[in-house]
């Protein structure tokens, strides 16, 4: 196993590999994730569906209703327009009705806390997690399918189950480095690492990915 050095200087050559490739969505973060409802309604559109669907359909959205109120003065059928064609829209539009009606009925925010996150509808623990991390800093690991790929490419985490791979992660980094884990890997994973081919030519850590070892007869040279 590497060191706790080691592992976080490949998360720094990740970063550095793989921000000039995801200017679009750095974009996105800072314009359109600015609020935690609009976090919220934009990683729940995210499931499934690419990030280009996802960043047009998130900017109809919000420019037409981004409250509670609004969301629910829009109604189901107009939420499904604007959101399409994003994967499960209809069940997606569905779910913002349940959840403005929530936080409208109770007077409350997004709330923060994992278990009411869960609560809501459409809202797993990957997508609980991911916006804990980026509506309100707090330290989390959203497990998605390309934070689950890499971190068994790399050798940190075994399990079969992304929520063990939370737990195995957490246990290998430190609480600071939480938040920049699934935002990395998942640059990463879209760019570089994928699911199939994945550009290990291009790679400036394939000498530390198990992965690479075990597909690759000849290193490649840099």
């Given at each position: 196993?590497?060191?706790?050095d ?39 559109l ?10 047009v ?70 997508t ?25 490419r ?19 980094f ?14 990463f ?34």
């Amino acid at each position: 196993m590497s060191s706790l050095d080691e592992r976080l200087d490949i998360l720094r050559s990740i970063k550095k590999l793989t921000v000039p490739l995801n200017p679009p969505v750095l974009a996105f973060e800072k314009s359109i994730r600015s609020t935690p409802l609009r976090i919220l309604i934009s990683v729940l559109l995210s499931s499934r569906t690419k990030d280009g669907v996802t960043m047009v359909a998130s900017e109809r959205l919000f420019a037409a209703a981004d409250t509670p109120g609004k969301l629910l003065s829009l109604g189901e059928k107009k939420i499904s327009q604007l959101i399409y064609p994003v994967g499960f829209f209809r069940q997606k539009a569905k779910n913002i009705i349940t959840i403005s009606e929530i936080m409208q009925s109770s007077e409350k925010d997004v709330p923060s806390d994992l278990e009411q996150l869960t609560s809501l509808p459409g809202v797993g623990r990957k997508t609980a997690n991911l916006v804990r991390s980026l509506a309100f800093g707090i330290p989390s690991i959203s497990v998605d399918i390309h934070v689950f790929r890499i971190s068994k490419r790399l050798g940190w985490a075994a399990g079969d189950k992304p929520v063990i791979v939370e737990t195995e992660l957490m246990e290998l980094f430190p609480e600071e480095a939480w938040n920049s884990l699934n935002q990395t890997l998942v640059g990463f994973g879209q760019t570089i690492c994928k699911p199939v081919s994945p550009s290990c030519h291009l790679c400036s850590i394939n000498d530390k990915c198990n992965y690479f070892r075990e597909n690759n007869k000849d290193p490649v040279k840099k």
